[in-house]
């Protein structure tokens, strides 16, 4: 009888030591190696640069190149430095969100369809 996952393997984070499978394919004038989605899900310091390292007949070590530094959003980090001023001078005006507000929500977003598994590209939404 299968056991449930802990919570912390429901998500797609997968422990280090996870077997993904790849395969060869043509990229441009060149060869490449393409792997499970679940590998960058799981693991997002491989979607910079790379380096592979041939360690045996049969046998390649790939390692991140350069550890990829998430950079601050300054008009983010701006907001966030502003919104937490604004709640430390006057917490008592924050408020729930309202039913009339969440009901309007709802009716604006009817008929909209959003999957998690879509792509949402390469460039950073904001």
Do not use: W
Not at 53 to 68: C, H, N, T
Not at 91 to 119: H, W
């Amino acid at each position: 009888m299968p056991t449930a996952k802990p919570k912390s393997m429901r998500t797609s984070e997968k422990p280090a030591g996870t077997e993904y499978r790849g395969k060869q394919t043509r990229t441009g004038n060149s060869f490449g190696f393409r792997f499970d989605r679940a590998l960058f899900k799981s693991h997002p310091e491989f979607t910079g640069e790379v380096k592979a390292q041939v360690i045996a007949p049969g046998r390649m070590l790939v390692s991140v190149a350069e550890p990829v530094v998430e950079r601050a959003d300054p008009m983010m980090a701006a907001f966030l430095a502003f919104l937490a001023s604004d709640i430390a001078k006057a917490p008592e005006r924050i408020q729930p969100m309202g039913r009339d507000l969440a009901k309007r929500m709802d009716r604006l977003l009817k008929g909209v369809s959003v999957s998690p598994e879509e792509s949402l590209g390469e460039e950073s939404l904001l």
